[in-house]
């Protein structure tokens, strides 16, 4: 998803260089960036659900991006990017972590 116009005041975007992200789509009335970390575009989003950390006490909203298989573009906070079947990524996921429980989750919505 593209961010034309900020989703809090409604202010048309503008684009603006922001550290190893490069030219990002940027508020200047609430001095915020509005862009995605892994390179991938969609217009579909999804809620899924929302989870709570306790750990770090923050509120965690879950959704469901559908986009085209393609090419990862990582920003630095990103250590590594793959794609994975259903299957494999739950064989990865720690058991009874927030990512299994969003999969199993959105998995139970299709």
């Given amino acids: 998803m593209k961010y034309k116009f900020c989703p809090e005041c409604g202010e048309m975007l503008i684009e603006k260089e ?3 992200e490069g030219l990002i789509p940027y508020c200047n009335t609430c001095k915020k960036p509005y862009f995605e970390k892994v390179g991938q575009r969609s217009d579909k989003l999804r809620y899924i659900k929302s989870y709570y ?3 770090h006490e923050l509120l965690m909203l879950g959704y469901l991006m559908k986009v085209e298989k393609g090419d990862f573009s990582k920003s630095i906070e990103v250590d590594e990017l793959k794609w ?4 494999d990524a739950i064989l990865k996921l720690r058991c009874g972590s927030i990512g299994e429980k969003h999969l199993l989750n959105y998995l139970k919505c299709i």
């Fill in 53 to 55: 950390y306790e750990k």
């Fill in 18 to 20: 922001l550290g190893d």
């Fill in 84 to 87: 994975f079947s259903f299957d």
